[in-house]
């Protein structure tokens, strides 16, 4: 798929892995519709944008909210007109214990990370379907491959996620929509930015590369699944070696 003036939609994308992908997409040319739970979009990614003349526009909404969802996805796809390519990235973490974790620690993420994703992708897909076109791009984890100590609702979020990739690759296959999953590993970000230097050594003795990702390595990712048009139901894990 050729990026320029191409459309892209991409939740939770104010920071992080989010705003990398904006920026990298925004380079390539695409027009963008950038979403967070803010009234506004952040001033710095805001300049950054400006700065290389992108073709924004900015959608508040909050994904885990039915009733937002609904309005979120009906201006997404009048803004420009269409959507070519749905990035959905928002997620969080709420982690615990499997023995301490309460049954609304669970589903705060599941509600966020998969039932958000599929709230945000079923009508951006209908249309697709209609259209015979489109990309969808989800942003699953390696924590959804391997699972991990205290994370069990965050696991189980992103191992849906691969689940629904799979499906909507099929589904969509025929009328020419694509859908993949990216899966990284520890990547610099506001998730990671708080573990202790202990923890940070225990991780970085797991990773081959011995460093953490950095959130341009998903844009380049994401960026990378967009233009290639014989790619679909795939999980590219992008963790410097960590799941080998």
């Known amino acids: 798929m050729e990026l320029k003036n191409k459309v892209v939609f991409i939740t939770g994308s104010t ?13 390539a040319g695409s027009r963008l519709i950038l979403n967070g739970r803010q009234t506004e979009l952040p001033t710095e990614l ?8 992108a073709d924004f526009q900015y959608l508040a909404g909050d ?22 390519i749905l990035v959905n990235n928002a997620g969080i973490t709420n982690d615990k214990l499997m023995m301490g974790m309460k049954t609304s620690d669970f589903d705060s993420v599941i ?3 998969l039932r958000g994703s599929f709230m945000v992708t079923q009508p951006i897909f209908r249309k697709m379907l209609k259209n015979r076109s489109g990309c969808i791009i989800n942003l ?10 205290g ?11 691969i689940g629904l990739t799979k499906t909507v690759a099929q589904e969509g296959a025929l009328r020419g929509i694509r859908c993949n ?3 990284p590993g520890m990547i610099n970000s506001d998730m990671t930015a708080g573990l202790s230097e202990r923890v ?15 959130p341009n390595n998903i844009a380049k990712t994401a960026k990378f699944i967009a233009e290639n048009d014989y790619l679909t139901g795939q999980t590219i894990v992008v963790d410097g070696g960590m799941t080998i």
């Open 151 to 161: 994370q069990a609702n965050y696991a189980a979020s992103k191992a849906g996620i």
């Open 15 to 27: 920071r992080g892995i989010g705003a990398a992908i904006a920026l990298e997409f925004a380079k």
């Open 63 to 84: 994904i885990a909210d039915e009733n937002s969802v609904k309005k979120l996805g009906s201006e997404a796809w009048k803004a420009y007109n269409g959507i070519d």
């Open 181 to 183: 999953a990216i899966a």
């Open 140 to 149: 699953a984890s390696v924590v959804g491959i391997h699972g991990n100590m």
């Open 46 to 53: 805001k300049s950054q944008l400006t700065a290389i003349n």
């Open 111 to 113: 509600n966020v990370n």
């Open 200 to 214: 940070k050594e225990q991780i970085l003795n797991r990773i081959p590369l011995h460093r953490l990702g950095e």
